[in-house]
């Protein structure tokens, strides 16, 4: 047989049926996929359901919730040179996982690739997609789709070594907008990130979620990413931008206080990105104050 050349990794928290549904579609795919499952602390009889269903998959139980960090786990074990990841309401389609290992052997510069996300039940393209499609950044010639300044977690895979390398997701930022940063680290590093728009991701997104935590994390991440990262001016104009446009509403002001409080470490791990990533960033920040708007205010 031949060796596979991705994982799938998946990180769950107490979502049991949706976990399930999505590992019966991975353990259907061609490429038959190595599977790992972080199981982020559930209380509802996941990770037992995960051995007794899909004895196959890798199982990890580190006892508690480590939100994205529970991907840096996972591709620990990882011994392919792609790692996909995707959440515990969603799945790859098959030939999406062979068709994005085939554009990065034959693209080594190029770091991750993000597919094309449909929402289930109803078989329609994520808003987000179309961002993807418009990305108003010009990668190199040899680039095989749009260039991005980020990717989408849950429809991407990418290098194990650059992940590795680049420090995977940041500890503190949990959940909600964390690759941003990582992203950022990636392009500093040289690589290159791209859309295929021949490659699809299925989401069913699962009820169990809270989202005005998401959007508390997600407001707060993109302060820390933007003190972390940006240089004085822009990060000044960010701050403020935010402060203006996010909704006047308890949430915003949690955000807001939780990236406060953190500035002693944010200022201890302040690395400003090179010129030529930064130049990206402004480029794309059009496109990103009106999709941050629409995420910000649900």
């Known amino acids: 047989m031949t060796r596979p050349r991705t994982t799938v990794v998946v990180i769950t928290h107490n979502r049991r049926r949706e976990l399930l549904r999505t590992l019966d579609h991975l353990a259907r795919l061609p490429e038959r996929p190595p599977v790992i499952v972080t199981d982020n602390g559930s209380a509802d009889g996941t990770a037992e359901a995960v051995a007794r269903h899909h004895p196959q998959v890798r199982l990890l139980r580190p006892g508690r919730n480590l939100g994205a960090v ?123 990130l791209t859309y295929a728009d021949h490659l699809t ?16 994390h997600g407001i707060r991440n993109t302060l820390w990413f933007t003190w972390l990262r940006r240089p004085a001016g822009p990060a000044l104009r960010r701050t403020v931008h935010l402060a203006r446009t996010v909704p006047r509403d308890a949430a915003s002001l949690r955000a807001f206080a939780e990236a406060a409080a953190a500035l002693p470490w944010v200022l201890r791990e302040r690395r400003v990105l090179p010129q030529e990533v930064e130049s990206r960033l402004r480029l794309l920040e059009p496109a990103q104050r009106a999709s941050k708007a629409r995420r910000y205010t649900g």
């Open 70 to 192: 529970g991907r840096n786990l996972a591709v620990r074990q990882v011994d392919t040179p792609y790692v996909a990841f995707c959440d515990d309401d969603s799945w790859w389609a098959p030939g999406s996982l062979a068709g994005a290992a085939d554009l990065l052997d034959e693209h080594p510069g190029l770091g991750t690739v993000t597919a094309r996300i449909v929402v289930e039940p109803d078989g329609v393209d994520d808003p987000v997609v179309e961002e993807l499609r418009r990305s108003p950044l010009t990668g190199p010639p040899w680039l095989p789709g749009p260039a991005l300044g980020s990717f989408l977690a849950a429809a991407t895979v990418l290098r194990t070594d650059a992940f590795r390398a680049a420090g995977g997701f940041h500890p503190r930022l949990w959940l909600g907008g964390e690759e941003e940063l990582l992203a950022a680290d990636l392009a500093a590093a040289g690589w290159w």
């Open 201 to 216: 991701v299925h989401h069913h997104p699962s009820v169990m979620r809270d989202a005005t935590l998401r959007r508390t």
